[in-house]
């Protein structure tokens, strides 16, 4: 059964940083690429970031560009998210996700493995 399990989520204040986790299990992501998502109450899923296998590619919403930095170690089958100059728009649960193949995309249609999410929460 395969699980991605998201940590590192937490209240913070404004400006502040968090780096959350996510550790996949029950097969290994190694040669997909791997993205997060965040959603807050009655709004679509957003696109965050996401990493291709080799971590040559990575591209980010517009909104976190320059603040969000994704990474992944692949010998622990984990992709992380760099969280800086958080700001209160930035609340919401976030969500790992992973697809097949090997192409980066953005749409979260096409992510059919996800974790159960972790709540980041920024106060003003």
């Known amino acids: 059964q395969v699980q991605l399990v998201e940590s590192g989520g937490g209240l913070v204040q404004a400006g502040g940083s968090l780096r959350l986790s996510c550790a996949a299990s029950?097969?290994?992501?190694?040669?997909?690429?791997m993205g997060w998502f965040r959603q807050t109450p009655g709004k679509e899923r957003e696109f965050v970031a996401a990493?291709?296998?080799?971590?040559?590619?990575?591209v980010y919403a517009d909104s976190v560009k320059g603040r969000f930095t994704i990474s992944r170690d692949n010998a622990k089958n984990t992709v992380y998210l760099q969280i800086n100059s958080l700001k209160p728009e930035d609340t919401a649960v976030y969500y790992c996700?992973?697809?097949?193949?090997?192409?980066?995309?953005?749409?979260?249609?096409?992510?059919?493995?996800w974790g159960q999410g972790t709540q980041v929460t920024v106060s003003s």
């Open positions: 996700a992973a697809k097949e193949g090997a192409v980066v995309v953005k749409s979260d249609r096409l992510y059919p493995y």
């Open positions: 029950g097969r290994t992501f190694n040669k997909n690429p």
């Open positions: 990493i291709n296998w080799s971590r040559v590619t990575t």
